[in-house]
C-alpha cells in the first residue's frame, strides 16, 4: 500500500522490460504479483509528474496484466471503457515513457485512440460504448472466421448507460463469442464478495462444469420438461449467491463476481473463459484508487489529480476567483431558495457540474440519473409537464447523446426546460472527444429554443436566470474554467430576450460581433483596431436590430469559440443575406478538424482565437479587401 505519490522514479526491472504484451507473456506467472506491484507504483509515480486521471486506472492493474498475458493482443480485442481506466494498459503497450507526457500538447491521449497504438481497438471519450463496439468486433470475426477473440472491459459507473444494455440485450440474441468484463468498482452495481460466491465463480468458469453443462444439454434434449427444469436449477442457483440473473436472462453466461486484484484468480477464470463459445460476463471486483491509501478512502475526490510538485512554493493568500460550474452551483440553490418548483438533473456530473451544496440542500429535488444522458434530458420534460421547472446540467459534448430527446421531448413540445451547458468550447488536456464545439450548431437550428453565451461571470449568471424564468427551452453555454474576473451581481436579475450589449464604440468602420468566452480577447483586438465591439449574448434569437443598425459596416466580424460551420456567425451571415444587406465579413471559430489536447491556452492560439490571432485575422482580411 502506497502512502504518498513518488516524485523520484521508482525502480522497475520487471516493468523494465515490457515493451509489448509479448514481453509479459514471457514471464512466469509467479512473477506476475511482483510486476503488478512495480506497475501501480509506475503509475503513481508519472501522473504525478503530469496530472490526470488517476484511480479507475490503479483499479484495474492486476485486471489488465491478466488480459493482456491471457489474450493474444493485439490480434484479440479489447476495448476499454470508460477510457481513463485504460493508463496500465497504455503502459504494457509501448508507451511506458510516453506516459510522462500523457494529455500534454504533442504527447499521448489521456483515452484510447486508434491512431495511436495498434492495441487501441477502439477510441474512446464518452462512456459505455465497449460492449456494442467488441460485439461489432465479435461479429466481423464470426463473418470473416479469423477465431479472433473480442473482449469489452466497462466500469467506473459506465454500466449505468442504456446503450450498454440495449448491446447486451443484441449480443445475447445473436450469441456472439465475446466476454464482458464488468469492472465493478462500487461505481456500478457492486455486490459484497464473499467465500461461497466465489467458490461457485470458479467452479461455474471451469472447464469440467462446462463440459457438464453441455453434456445435460444433450442428454436431456429429447425432455424438454427435464431441460428446463436443469436450466431453471441452475439459474436459482446463480440467483442465491450473485447478482447475475439479469445478465443471464439477457442469454448471457454470467461468471462472479471475483476479486478483481486476485492476479490467480483472475489468471484461471478469464483462461477458462476464454475459449467459451457464446456470450461470457465476468463480473470482478476492485477498488478505485487500489493502492494508494488516501484515493481507496476518496475516490472521488481522486478521480484525477494534478502534477504534484517535489517541493511546492507556498500559495500567496488571494480572493478564490469562481470558476463557471461554481456560479452555476451558487445561481442554482440561489434560485432553489425563490422557487419550489426548481429541480436539478445531472448524469453523473454532480461534482464536475457544481451541484455537491445543492444535493445537499435539497436533496428531494436533486436527481442523479447516472450516466443516461438521453433519459436525463426525457425525464426533465416529464417533469416540465407537470409543472416542475427543471434545470438540466450537462457537459456540452454529453449533451450531444440526448440531442434527439432534446428535439422530440423537450422542442417539439415547447416545455420550460433549461439546458446548463458546462465544458462549451476547448477543454485543453481531455482533447477533441470532450470539447464542446459544436452546440451553438446543433442548438441554433432547433425550433423554440433560446440559446445564450456569457462573456464574463456576471453574465453567465444573469443568463441562467433569463433562461430559467423564459417559458420553453432554453440554453446557457458556459466555458470550463475561469472567466476574466467580472463582479458577479447577486440578486436574481435578467437580461432582456435576445438584446446584445456594446463593449466599445469605435470609429474604424469594424465591427466585431462576439458570441461568449472569446468576447475579452476580442476587445482587445477592437481596442488596437479602433473597432466596434457587440457582447452579441444571445445566439438566437439574435440581436437583429443591432445588426441592422451596423449594415454600413465597413466590415463585421464574428467571434466564437464553436465550429464555424453552422455556428453563430453562421446566424449572422444567414440574416444578412435574408435581408438582402451586401457587406463583407469575418467568421472567426473552430476550423472544420478534431482539435487535438493541449493546454486551453495554447489551442487558442493554434486556432487563432487568442487576442492575437484574432487581430492578425481581421487584418489580413482587411489587406485582402482595402490592399
Given at each position: 500500500?502506497?502512502?504518498e505519490?513518488?516524485?523520484?522514479?521508482?525502480a522497475t526491472?520487471?516493468?523494465?522490460?515490457v515493451?509489448t504484451p509479448?514481453?509479459?507473456?514471457?514471464?512466469n506467472k509467479?512473477?506476475?504479483?511482483s510486476?503488478?506491484?512495480?506497475?501501480r507504483?509506475f503509475?503513481?509515480?508519472?501522473?504525478g509528474?503530469?496530472?490526470?486521471?488517476?484511480?479507475?486506472?490503479?483499479?484495474?492493474?492486476?485486471?489488465?496484466v491478466?488480459?493482456?498475458y491471457?489474450?493474444?493482443?493485439?490480434?484479440?480485442?479489447?476495448?476499454?471503457d470508460?477510457g481513463?481506466?485504460?493508463?496500465?494498459?497504455k503502459?504494457?503497450?509501448?508507451?511506458?515513457?510516453?506516459l510522462?507526457?500523457i494529455?500534454?500538447?504533442?504527447?499521448?491521449?489521456?483515452?484510447p485512440?486508434?491512431?495511436?497504438?495498434?492495441?487501441?481497438?477502439?477510441?474512446v471519450?464518452?462512456?459505455?460504448t465497449?460492449i456494442g463496439a467488441?460485439?461489432?468486433?465479435?461479429?466481423?470475426?464470426?463473418?470473416?472466421?479469423t477465431?479472433?477473440?473480442?473482449?469489452?472491459?466497462?466500469?467506473?459507473?459506465?454500466?449505468?448507460?442504456?446503450m450498454?444494455?440495449e448491446?447486451?440485450?443484441?449480443?445475447?440474441?445473436v450469441?456472439?463469442?465475446?466476454?464482458?468484463?464488468?469492472?465493478?468498482?462500487e461505481?456500478?452495481i457492486?455486490?459484497?464478495?464473499?467465500?461461497?460466491?466465489s467458490y461457485f465463480?470458479r467452479i461455474?468458469?471451469?472447464?469440467?462444469?462446462?463440459?457438464?453443462?453441455?453434456g445435460?444439454?444433450?442428454?436431456?434434449?429429447?425432455?424438454p420438461?427435464?431441460?428446463?427444469l436443469?436450466?431453471?436449477?441452475?439459474?436459482?442457483?446463480?440467483?442465491?449467491?450473485?447478482?447475475?440473473?439479469?445478465?443471464e436472462?439477457l442469454g448471457?453466461?454470467?461468471?462472479?463476481?471475483i476479486?478483481?486484484?486476485d492476479?490467480?484468480?483472475?489468471?484461471?477464470?478469464?483462461?477458462?473463459?476464454?475459449?467459451?463459445e457464446g456470450?461470457?460476463?465476468?463480473?470482478v471486483?476492485?477498488?478505485k484508487?487500489?493502492?494508494?491509501?488516501?484515493a481507496?478512502g476518496d475516490?472521488?475526490?481522486?478521480?484525477?489529480?494534478n502534477?504534484?510538485e517535489?517541493d511546492?512554493v507556498p500559495?500567496?493568500?488571494?480572493?478564490k476567483?469562481?470558476?463557471?460550474?461554481?456560479i452555476?452551483?451558487q445561481w442554482v440553490?440561489?434560485?432553489?431558495?425563490?422557487?419550489?418548483?426548481?429541480?436539478?438533473?445531472?448524469p453523473?456530473m454532480?461534482?464536475?457540474s457544481d451541484?455537491?451544496?445543492?444535493?445537499e440542500?435539497?436533496?428531494?429535488?436533486?436527481?442523479?440519473?447516472?450516466?443516461?444522458?438521453?433519459h436525463?434530458?426525457t425525464?426533465?420534460a416529464?417533469?416540465?409537464?407537470?409543472?416542475?421547472k427543471p434545470?438540466?446540467?450537462?457537459?456540452?459534448?454529453f449533451?450531444?447523446r440526448?440531442?434527439d430527446?432534446?428535439?422530440?421531448?423537450?422542442a417539439?413540445?415547447?416545455?420550460?426546460?433549461?439546458f446548463a451547458?458546462?465544458?462549451a468550447?476547448?477543454v485543453?488536456e481531455d482533447?477533441?472527444?470532450h470539447?464542446?464545439?459544436?452546440?451553438l450548431?446543433?442548438?441554433?437550428c432547433?425550433?423554440?429554443?433560446?440559446?445564450m453565451a456569457?462573456?464574463?461571470?456576471?453574465?453567465c449568471?444573469?443568463?441562467?436566470?433569463?433562461?430559467?424564468?423564459?417559458?420553453?427551452?432554453a440554453?446557457?453555454?458556459y466555458p470550463?474554467?475561469?472567466g476574466?474576473g467580472?463582479?458577479i451581481?447577486?440578486?436574481l436579475?435578467?437580461?432582456e430576450i435576445?438584446?446584445?450589449?456594446?463593449?466599445?464604440?469605435?470609429?474604424?468602420?469594424i465591427v466585431?460581433?462576439?458570441f461568449?468566452?472569446?468576447?475579452?480577447?476580442?476587445?482587445q483586438?477592437?481596442?488596437a483596431?479602433?473597432?466596434?465591439?457587440?457582447?452579441m449574448?444571445?445566439?438566437?434569437?439574435l440581436?437583429?436590430?443591432a445588426?441592422?443598425?451596423?449594415?454600413?459596416?465597413?466590415?463585421?466580424v464574428?467571434v466564437?469559440e464553436?465550429?464555424?460551420?453552422?455556428?453563430?456567425g453562421?446566424?449572422v451571415?444567414?440574416f444578412?443575406?435574408?435581408?438582402?444587406?451586401?457587406?463583407?465579413t469575418?467568421?472567426?471559430?473552430?476550423?472544420d478538424?478534431?482539435?487535438?489536447?493541449a493546454?486551453?491556452?495554447?489551442?487558442?492560439?493554434?486556432?487563432g482565437?487568442d487576442?492575437q490571432?484574432?487581430?492578425?485575422?481581421?487584418?489580413?482580411k482587411l489587406?485582402?479587401l482595402?490592399?
Open positions: 500500500m502506497f502512502e505519490i513518488p516524485t523520484a522514479r521508482p526491472p520487471l516493468l523494465d522490460q515493451n509479448e514481453d509479459l507473456r514471457a514471464f509467479e512473477q506476475l504479483p510486476l503488478v506491484r512495480e506497475l507504483e503509475m503513481l509515480y508519472s501522473v509528474q503530469t496530472g490526470g486521471h488517476f484511480g479507475a486506472g490503479l483499479g484495474v492493474v492486476e485486471l489488465t491478466a488480459l493482456h491471457i489474450y493474444n493482443t493485439p490480434e484479440d480485442r479489447i476495448v476499454w470508460v481513463h481506466q485504460a493508463y496500465p494498459h503502459i504494457l503497450t509501448g508507451r511506458r515513457e510516453a510522462l507526457k494529455r500534454q500538447e504533442d504527447g499521448i491521449s489521456g483515452f485512440k486508434r491512431e495511436e497504438s495498434p492495441f487501441d481497438n477502439f477510441g471519450g464518452h462512456s459505455s465497449s467488441a460485439l461489432g468486433m465479435a461479429l466481423a470475426a464470426r463473418q470473416f472466421n477465431g479472433r477473440k473480442s473482449v469489452a472491459v466497462i466500469g467506473d459507473g459506465a454500466m449505468s448507460a442504456g450498454a444494455f448491446a447486451l440485450n443484441h449480443a445475447g440474441h450469441k456472439a463469442d465475446m466476454l464482458v468484463i464488468l469492472n465493478d468498482n461505481m456500478s457492486s455486490k459484497p464478495v464473499g467465500a461461497l460466491s465463480a461455474w468458469a471451469s472447464k469440467t462444469y462446462d463440459s457438464i453443462r453441455k445435460g444439454q444433450k442428454v436431456f434434449s429429447g425432455l420438461s427435464a431441460l428446463e436443469a436450466r431453471k436449477a441452475e439459474e436459482h442457483m446463480k440467483g442465491m449467491v450473485s447478482p447475475g440473473m439479469m445478465f436472462e448471457f453466461n454470467y461468471i462472479g463476481p476479486d478483481g486484484h492476479i490467480e484468480h483472475l489468471l484461471t477464470t478469464i483462461a477458462n473463459l476464454k475459449d467459451r456470450p461470457q460476463f465476468l463480473h471486483i476492485t477498488k484508487g487500489k493502492g494508494f491509501e488516501p481507496e475516490p472521488i475526490g481522486y478521480h484525477a489529480i502534477k504534484v517535489p511546492p500559495a500567496k493568500p488571494q480572493n476567483q469562481p470558476k463557471y460550474c461554481n452555476f452551483g440553490c440561489d434560485a432553489a431558495e425563490q422557487d419550489a418548483r426548481l429541480a436539478a438533473i445531472t453523473a454532480k461534482e464536475g451541484l455537491i451544496e445543492f444535493a440542500r435539497f436533496p428531494d429535488r436533486y436527481f442523479d440519473v447516472a450516466i443516461a444522458e438521453q436525463a434530458v425525464l426533465a416529464g417533469m416540465a409537464c407537470d409543472g416542475i434545470v438540466v446540467a450537462i457537459y456540452s459534448t449533451l450531444q440526448g440531442y430527446q432534446l428535439i422530440h421531448d423537450v417539439l413540445q415547447n416545455l420550460d426546460v433549461l451547458i458546462d465544458r468550447g476547448l485543453g482533447g477533441p472527444t470539447a464542446g464545439v459544436y452546440d450548431s446543433y442548438l441554433r432547433i425550433p423554440n429554443m433560446v440559446v456569457p462573456s464574463d461571470e456576471d453574465e449568471r444573469k443568463m441562467l436566470q433569463t433562461g430559467y424564468i423564459y417559458q420553453g427551452p440554453a446557457v453555454r470550463r474554467g475561469n476574466p467580472i463582479t451581481d447577486k440578486t436579475s435578467s437580461l435576445g438584446k446584445s450589449r456594446s463593449l466599445r464604440e469605435g470609429h474604424s468602420g466585431i460581433c462576439s461568449g468566452r472569446p468576447t475579452y480577447d476580442a476587445l483586438a477592437a481596442d483596431l479602433d473597432a466596434s465591439l457587440l457582447d449574448r444571445f445566439v438566437k434569437p440581436d437583429e436590430q445588426l441592422l443598425e451596423n449594415k454600413g459596416a465597413k466590415l463585421i464574428t466564437e464553436n465550429a464555424i460551420m453552422g455556428g453563430a453562421s446566424a451571415s444567414e444578412l443575406i435574408a435581408n438582402n444587406i451586401l457587406v463583407p469575418l467568421h472567426l471559430g473552430l476550423p478538424q478534431y482539435e487535438e489536447h493546454s486551453h491556452n495554447a489551442m487558442l492560439k493554434r486556432v482565437l487576442s490571432g484574432i487581430l492578425s485575422s481581421i487584418q489580413e489587406k485582402s482595402y490592399g
